[in-house]
């Protein structure tokens, strides 16, 4: 089984970065690897807002956009 | 691609509390179709009315705002906004310019009353002040006090029957939980969708209580709005490990949010029976509503060494 690589892009950081996961990885397992909470952030596919229960495929830049700002 | 459970579209948002995966245009739908059921549901609003809708720039109060215009078109009632500057470098200078320009873009009149033209002091001054007497209080505790005050004290001088404010469902729920923590009755006995008249008071009212943040977000995301995304710089302290803690189970056990909120409301009216009732007072200060003899603002400012340099905060120049 070979792994997948893709992009993620946190808005607000600076750095994009580059990770493998493995085939069939959901949205929603890279933010568990990321230890990030569902409900506090907004991900964009390529470009498009996506549901996390979407598979990623090589190659996707995943951008993760916070929401919870406080105040 | 995961499709919208209603039309087939493409789904941005799962709805996991109910069970539904929704497109762009059934999520913007579905927002505004609570919002109006909100209003409708506990009468927050009346044809004909004045509205002022309190906008800080992010996405909760120009969502709300760019909703509350749609309904005041169509129930003939007429929107202001205000914003309060309090004054936090690099956050509410950025989101303030947001507010204006949507409130402009919209043709509604926006008032802009600040910290420091009214008490002397920005908040970053006051939270400066604050550690320098070493006082125990947190930042929020300065900017939600004087805040309200100041939103109330400026819809009554533009004759609002409302005050509206961006609450969503998150927001109501950590309040919930903060004065459980607390065991702030009298706190937890004025959250609500709305706040009755009292003397002195604009009543206040909450359109998107029952609203997620989450939807809240992907609505003025989805429609284009153009809001301010930041992190004020100040949150922390236990507001922010409520917000964490609600979160994490949300997370697991989807509709949480959802079944504190409905508990909260049904134990509401029993709450009232354990609640002294007390009356109301002017400040003797600034004139404003209080149940004691100094109100909390102008007790905060004073611990602070500082005063209000205003009577009255809207004159034709803050708009
Ligand atoms: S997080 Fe605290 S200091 Fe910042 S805007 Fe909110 S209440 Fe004010
Ligand atoms: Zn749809
Ligand atoms: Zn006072």
Avoid: W
């Avoid at chain 2, 809001?227 to 917000?243: F, K, Q, S």
Wanted: charged share 30%; with cysteine; glycine share 6%.
């Amino acid at each position: 089984m070979t792994c997948i690589k893709i992009v993620v892009k946190q808005v607000g950081k600076r750095h994009k970065r580059e990770l493998r996961l493995a085939p069939h990885a959901t949205i929603a397992d890279l933010l568990r690897k990321l230890d990030q909470n569902r409900e506090t952030i907004v991900v964009r596919r390529n470009g498009k807002i996506v549901v996390e229960e979407e598979r990623l495929s090589d190659g996707d830049l995943i951008e993760i956009l916070p929401i919870v700002t406080g105040g | 691609m995961l499709k919208c459970t209603f039309c087939g579209r493409r789904a941005a948002y799962n709805r996991r509390y109910a069970g539904v995966l929704l497109c762009d245009r059934c999520l913007i739908k579905s927002v505004e179709k609570r919002f109006r059921r909100a209003i409708a549901e506990h009468k927050l609003l009346s044809p004909g009315e004045r509205v002022a809708v309190a906008v800080s720039g992010g996405k909760d109060s120009i969502a709300a705002m760019h909703l509350l215009v749609e309904h005041c078109g169509r129930k003939n009632c007429e929107l202001v906004a205000i914003t309060i500057d309090e004054g936090i470098k690099g956050y509410r200078d950025q989101s303030l310019p947001i507010a204006r320009e949507n409130a402009k873009s919209l043709g509604i009149e926006h008032y802009v009353v600040s910290f420091k033209r009214t008490f002397g002091a920005t908040l970053d001054q006051m939270v400066r002040r604050a550690n320098a007497r070493k006082t125990e209080l947190n930042p929020c505790t300065y900017c939600g006090v004087m805040r309200r005050s100041l939103l109330n004290q400026a819809a009554r001088e533009l004759g609002a029957d409302k005050l509206a404010t961006a609450h969503n469902l998150d927001d109501e729920v950590q309040a919930i939980m903060l004065n459980y923590v607390r065991a702030d009755f009298s706190r937890l006995h004025r959250l609500g969708p709305s706040y009755p008249p009292r003397e002195g008071f604009v009543p206040r009212i909450k359109p998107l209580r029952e609203i997620p943040e989450k939807e809240v977000a992907l609505y003025a995301l989805l429609r284009g709005l153009e809001v301010h995304l930041a992190v004020c710089p100040y949150t922390g302290g236990i507001h922010t490990e409520i917000r964490d803690f609600l979160n994490r189970i949300e997370a697991n056990h989807p509709n949480s949010k959802f079944m504190i909120l409905r508990m909260f409301d049904r134990l509401k009216p029993q709450l009232a029976r354990i609640v002294p009732e007390f009356e109301m007072r002017r400040c003797k200060n600034c004139g404003e509503p209080t149940s004691a003899n100094i109100c909390k603002s102008c007790e905060l400012l004073k611990e602070l060494g500082l005063r209000r340099l205003r009577k009255t905060l809207i004159s034709p120049k803050s708009s």
